[in-house]
Every structure is written in C-alpha cells, then in structure tokens.
C-alpha cells in the first residue's frame, strides 16, 4: 500500500494529516516534551526539578506541562495548595508512551552513543538480567523488523 500526504506548503501542524505518526507528533512531536516525558518515566513530578533537571526556561515548560496535561498524558496533583504548587504524573496514556520513549534511547545508545557508552540501562526487576525492548508478533511470539511486516489498509484509512 502506497500512502501519500498532500504537500506544496510547508506544515506548521499535522492536525488535518490522516496518520497516527502525524497525530502524535502534535503533542509529543516537540523536543523539550520527550526530555519531560523521560524525566517523568525516572520519577520527576515537580516543576522546579523540571527546570533544574532540563535547564528549561519557565514558560516554555509550563506549555509544554499544559499540552500534556490537556491531551491526558499528564495528571496535575497538587501538593501545596497554599502555594498553587502541583506533581505532573503520568497517567495510563501516558504510560504507554513508554516503548516510545524505550525504542528511542535504544536507538540512540546503539547508533549515536555506541556500545559502552549508554547512559541508562534497563534491568528486569524478577531477574537482575539486562533487558531491551522489542518488537513481537501477539500471536506467535516471533521477532519484528521493518522487513517481517507489512503495511494494510486499516478501518480509518482513506483514499
């Protein structure tokens, strides 16, 4: 299957775009939202460790913080109501942004970083071994790439 995009001018957004990457790139398509978005998945909730952790200005964390919240991939909690203060936590939508977020860092520690050099590693909590995320079949369990799928018409499809 062929997908093809209109194009001509150049986009400032993807929201008439009919495609899940195009969509998702409208709310987590900005650079400083992966960084919140990582930070929050190591345990980050406030916004001054925000500042402090990133070296984020002020405004451009509190719309990056909004976007996130209005899309419901963060939950705002407060934690000092005298002070209007708040935790940013992820919420289940926001969880299953994590094989994203783990598909990018494996990607950046084997083709950017390179062996040797990874910041992070994941460890299975049961086990101690080193774990990595992949991609498998639901049904037989086998390894994916690129090459083992291919691409179908689904029901949002259009033509």
């Known amino acids: 299957m062929q997908l093809s995009y209109s194009s001509g001018m150049r986009k ?3 929201a008439d775009m009919n495609c899940s990457v ?11 939202t992966l960084l919140i978005l990582r930070d929050c998945f190591l345990g980050i909730r406030r916004f001054e460790d925000f500042v402090e952790r990133l070296g984020i200005s002020r405004n451009v964390l509190t719309t990056r913080l909004e976007t996130l919240v209005n899309a419901g991939i963060l939950e705002r909690r407060p934690y000092d109501d005298a002070r209007n ?3 940013y936590v992820l919420t289940e939508k926001g969880r299953a942004l994590w ?30 071994h080193r774990a990595t995320a992949q991609m498998t079949c639901a049904d037989c369990g086998e390894p994916l790439d690129a090459r ?11 033509t």
């Open 99 to 128: 094989p994203t977020l783990t598909a990018l860092r494996q990607w950046g520690d084997e083709w950017i970083l390179g062996a040797g050099n990874e910041p992070l590693l994941l460890e299975h909590r049961d086990h101690g």
């Open 12 to 14: 400032v957004s993807f």
């Open 148 to 158: 083992s799928v291919r691409v179908i018409p689904g029901p949002g499809a259009t």
């Open 22 to 32: 195009a969509q998702a790139l409208e709310i987590i398509g900005e650079w400083w």
């Open 85 to 87: 203060r708040y935790d």
